[in-house]
């Protein structure tokens, strides 16, 4: 299942805007594929005044698997902007190319990704929930899990294949772990939190576009998050379906027993504020590499470089 609704045109911004887009989608989509399984990661409100130390921070985003899933954004993102730039009336040159390369690499670099993510950790993370985070996930189940998260967000599948193979299981899966799979979507808000950060990072990349580029109409940024907010249903229903389809996938090795102490885990006072300040913190990480990536794309053009 491909979605076209984030690959939103605005006139005024032509070859990058397209270009714009389509990394997002690919954001988005890469973000299921890989992410989404984390489930550690995915709700997000703010609400605390401790600050976390940096190394504490660091051992509980190494300890949850993000830290190593950051070292999957760039080449994906790579991968879908070099598609779309193929799929565009505009030629691109193999000097645009290497240069696009070099700039979305630098853009979305897991230590650029993981910089932002460790400060919405350190401010955001409150002490009193650090030891039974750190039980959890030096628990045997809290590890095995922790694997197979890190195992889907390396994994390069398209999201057709994900719904396809995601569909087949659930279709001879027993009713039970079924119900817990979609328990998890729900106290997860994952769908929720990925619809929204597929239009803020949208957002965020044409701002950083038109910030750059003379004579853009200076409201076709607006003009792009409200077209993505009324398809906002269709997201939402579309990730619904892709989410429950992922995590189907990525603890398809897990018996159903764990699965149900990973959800009791989720609901917990302490998981829900680990869900919440890792889903900020990701949102915060995509967003500031869309909007440096948009700065730079001018760039790239061969007539920037003449």
């Not at 045109?9 to 954001?27: D, K, M, P, R």
């Not at 950051?70 to 565009?88: D, H």
């Not at 999201?159 to 106290?187: F, H, K």
């Not at 389809?245 to 090795?253: C, K, P, V």
Request: hydrophobic share 40%.
């Amino acid at each position: 299942m491909r979605l076209s609704v984030v690959r939103v045109s605005s006139a005024g911004v032509g070859h990058h805007q397209t270009l714009t887009s389509t990394a997002t989608e690919l954001i988005v989509y890469r973000f299921l594929t890989s992410l989404i399984a984390g489930l550690s990661l995915l709700t997000f409100s703010l609400n605390t005044n401790a600050q976390t130390d940096a190394n504490t921070a660091e051992a509980l985003m190494r300890s949850s698997g993000m830290w190593q899933q950051f070292t999957s954004i760039s080449p994906q993102v790579r991968s879908g902007f070099l598609e779309g730039a193929s799929q565009t009336a505009s030629k691109t040159t193999p000097a645009e190319i290497e240069r696009l390369s070099r700039t979305i690499d630098d853009a979305y670099s897991s230590d650029r990704l993981r910089s932002t993510a460790l400060a919405t950790f350190r401010a955001d993370m409150k002490a009193v929930h650090v030891p039974a985070l750190r039980r959890w996930y030096s628990s045997r189940v809290g590890k095995k899990i922790t694997g197979l998260e890190e195992a889907a967000s390396a994994a390069q599948t398209d999201p057709q294949a994900i719904a396809q193979q995601g569909s087949a299981l659930l279709s001879t899966m027993p009713a039970a772990r079924r119900a817990l799979l979609e328990e998890l979507v729900a106290v997860t808000r994952a769908a929720e939190a990925v619809t929204q950060i597929a239009i803020d990072t949208a957002s965020a990349a044409q701002r950083g576009v038109l910030s750059v580029t003379p004579n853009s109409p200076s409201n076709s940024a607006d003009d792009l998050r409200l077209a993505l907010e009324a398809q906002r249903p269709q997201l939402l229903q579309a990730f619904t379906g892709l989410s429950l389809a992922s995590y189907a996938i990525a603890y398809a090795e897990l018996p159903t027993s764990e699965i149900a102490q990973y959800t009791e885990f989720l609901k917990s006072e302490p998981g829900r504020h680990f869900t919440d300040v890792g889903l900020k913190a990701f949102s915060a990480a995509l967003i500031e590499a869309a909007a440096e990536l948009g700065r730079r794309l001018p760039g790239t053009r061969d007539r920037a470089n003449s």
